[in-house]
């Protein structure tokens, strides 16, 4: 335990560790006391332990960074990593973390011919204890995407390959809207640090607006395979996935 005392005088600190500790102090006179916590030994914090997807097309990937936290007082490290099956692949930035320190595990999902509601799971195996610790993932696969209702893409797979010496960074799509209600569209997540993205904020009722994606020049002569997630304002937080490929392939 930490107990931080402040007075117009100065400031005092007392510094007390215990696995597990709890006080309550008096604050009189001026003083302002503030008492925090600190784990002994490792801990890990995963701010956001499950991501939805929502809709998205058979046959492409998606992707999702999760933030990983070493949250002790102690050094984290992160043995294993087992994905939930062979569609799952995911990379780790960095598998020792001092106290305080955060990382980023990039979970990659290959939709194959999985169809309807998926949800998958991904669990890590640390030096904290014998515990897993689970991050999950959903999704909703429509093998025919563009058929959907209220809300559908086209094209439901984006595609910014480069084939040729003349540069290629640009790719539009469009996003279509067959209700009688306007729809607004927020973005939940895309890879900023290879694409930059141009979104609607409005999709009009029987219309469609368009987005696009710009790769970044750093990412300009690499191949990826990311997703753009957003969502409507439906009331129930319809979410759509759009995949985003990169194939580069130029001869030199």
């Known amino acids: 335990m930490r107990l931080k005392v402040e007075n117009p005088f ?7 560790f215990r696995k597990k500790c709890g006080a309550i102090l008096p604050v009189s006179m001026g003083v302002l006391v503030t008492v925090t916590s600190v784990v002994a030994g490792p ?7 499950e991501f ?16 990983i936290t070493s949250t002790g007082d102690d050094t984290l490290v992160i043995n294993k990593i087992v994905p939930g099956c062979g ?28 169809r309807g509601i998926v949800n998958k799971s991904t669990y890590l195996e640390t030096n904290i204890s014998d515990e897993k610790y689970y991050i999950k993932f959903e999704a909703e696969l429509l093998p025919e995407p563009d058929t959907v209702k209220p809300i559908h893409l086209s094209p439901s797979r984006l595609d910014v390959s480069q084939f040729k010496p003349k540069v290629r ?29 141009k979104m609607p904020e409005l ?22 395979e990311h997703s753009i997630t957003f969502e409507v304002d439906d009331g129930s937080g319809l979410r759509y996935s759009l995949p985003v490929k990169r194939m580069y392939k130029v001869r030199k």
């Open 10 to 16: 100065g400031t005092i600190l007392f510094e007390k």
């Open 43 to 49: 801990n890990i914090g995963i701010p956001e332990p």
């Open 52 to 67: 939805n997807f929502g809709r998205a097309a058979q046959h492409a990937v998606l992707s999702h960074r999760f933030k």
């Open 87 to 114: 569609c799952t692949k995911a990379p780790l930035s960095d598998s020792v973390l001092a106290p305080g320190e955060e990382t980023i595990l990039e979970l990659f999902f290959s939709t194959k011919s999985f």
């Open 169 to 197: 960074k640009k790719a539009k799509f469009w996003i279509h809207n067959t209700d009688s209600v306007d729809y607004r569209i927020k973005v939940i997540d895309y890879a900023d640090k290879v694409f930059d993205i």
């Open 203 to 224: 999709i009009p009722a029987h219309d469609s607006a368009w987005g696009g994606v710009i790769v970044k020049d750093d990412y300009i002569e690499t191949e990826f």
